[in-house]
Structures are given as C-alpha cells and as structure tokens.
C-alpha cells in the first residue's frame, strides 16, 4: 500500500512545503487603499446650542471635511422660515459634505398602519434631504416595541432600499446597544443579508459594539462596501457594560475600547471610510465648542495616523 508520506513526495508536497503554505496563509493580510474622511456629528456639541449655523460654522473652522446633521434641526430650521437652498449654500460655503442625516422614521415596526406612516415619513425627509446634497440617512429599529422577525425587517429594509435609489438618498441600517430589540451586530448583518441588496449598508459605531455585546471581531467579516460611515467614540471601564448610556461616551482613544485594532479593521476593508465623531458627553457641552470638535478630530486623526 502507497504510504501517505510517499503520495505527498510524488506531488512534491513535503512536510516543510505544507507548512510554508499554511503560514502564509495564515500570515496578515495588508491593509487595503482605503481612503478617510472625518465628520462631526452635531450631538458632539449639541449642548452648547450653537444652532445649524453654529454647527456648519464651527465644524469648518474646526478642519473636518463633513458633517452629520439630524433631520429635526433642519426641519426647525425650514419651519422657522428659512429655505433648504440656503441651507445647501451654508454647506457649500463652508466646504462641508452633508455626510449623513440622523432622522427616527419607524419603517420597521409590525404595526401597518404605523410602519407606512413611517414610510411616509421617510420619503419626505429623503426628498429634504436630497435637495441638501446628502445622499445617506440613518435608518434605525426606531419605533419598534417587541422582539423583532429578523425576516421581516429584512424584507422591510428591502423596500426601503428601493425608496433610496427612488429619492437618491441611501438608508444606512443602524443598531442601538442598549436597544432590546435591535442591539446586535449579528442582528444588523442579518437584516441586511435578508434583503438581498447590493446596496445594503451598515452603520456600525464603537460605544453600540462594545454595548450591545457584539464586541470587534465580527467587524473583520465585513467587506469594505457594506460601510460607508462609522461613528466614533469610546468607552470607560469602570461603568459596567449593561448600565453604560449615551452620556458615557468619551473622545476615542480616551476609553478602554481597542481603537488601533478597530481602525486595523477598517484599513483591512479597503475603499471610502467617513468616521464620524459622534459622542453625546455632557462634561463636553460645558466646554468650547470648537475646542471640543478640534479635540475629536485631532484624536482620530492620530489614531488613524498611529500617532
């Protein structure tokens, strides 16, 4: 009987050629051409009420290149009598890429009558914010008040796919972790994987992982064009997991989250990356606002810089 040793000296496969072969496998991948852009999201220094003017304002002083505007600053700013155009000149005038919208339309409830409402909802605010030049909303579980069908609110996030390539503007697929319903980022892929989408996208964010109980590796299963935007920020170790709020969010880099292997991560999925400073922290609102965003930007700067 041919002997195993023998088979693998016929096809040239000796012990140190398999192992060669396993380590290089196994070896690092090297970090992708992947391009950052920074954005503030307003909630950073929402506190200090500087107003959608303070916001544009001082996010261009500040040096980032986007921001993230919620969609009920910009309705009270129409509703008080000034127009969306020139809203969209604000933004231009400062250099700022209307990145993403932060809204809370309920399209994913089971309630019919609720979820089209929401869907309503959502166009409307799609339309506002097309004619501002963003292209991206946030679409989270808002809303819903019971354990979720993961197969429905797949279906659900298809249908509201279709209204984004409708209106130009693509919803972004948000989990909450302290949310009981939608907390997961197992949960989020799922959704997305069910509506079958090559438009589908994620927004994923440090504090929701690490609250949630999705922790860092999953995001290594992500390819690059499933995220668009990534909310940054970071958590402290001394408030348990399950009582951390919003409130508890610090600059990134400042907590005990693995930043360097987070932004690894995001090297490794290669393409367009806007990480957004997202933190709602109100020892930060008593500070300078612009001092504030300045920090935040100058601390993912040096962690994307590995500084």
Known sequence: MTSRRTILKTLGLGTGAILGSALSHAAPLKPQNTEFSYCLNTSTIMGQKPGLRGYIDIASKAGYDGVELWVRDIQEYVNSGNSAASLKKMLDDAGLKFENAIGFAPWMVDD????KAGFRQMEEEMEL???LGCDRVAAPAAG???PLDLF?????YSQLLELGRKTGVMPQLEFWGAFPYFHHLGQVLMVAAVANDPDAKILPDVYH???GGSGYEGLKMLNGDLVDIFHMNDFVASIPREKQEDKDRVYPGDGAAPMEAIIQTLKQMGGKKVLSLELFNPSYWEKDALEVAKTGLEKMKSLVNGG
Do not use: P
């Not at 019919?112 to 979820?115: L, N, T, V």
């Not at 429905?152 to 659900?156: D, L, N, T, V, W």
């Open 144 to 146: 819903v008040d019971a």
């Open 112 to 115: 019919d009558a609720k979820r």
């Open 152 to 156: 429905k609110a797949g279906e659900r």
């Open 129 to 131: 914010l097309a004619s």
């Open 209 to 211: 992982l690490f609250r």
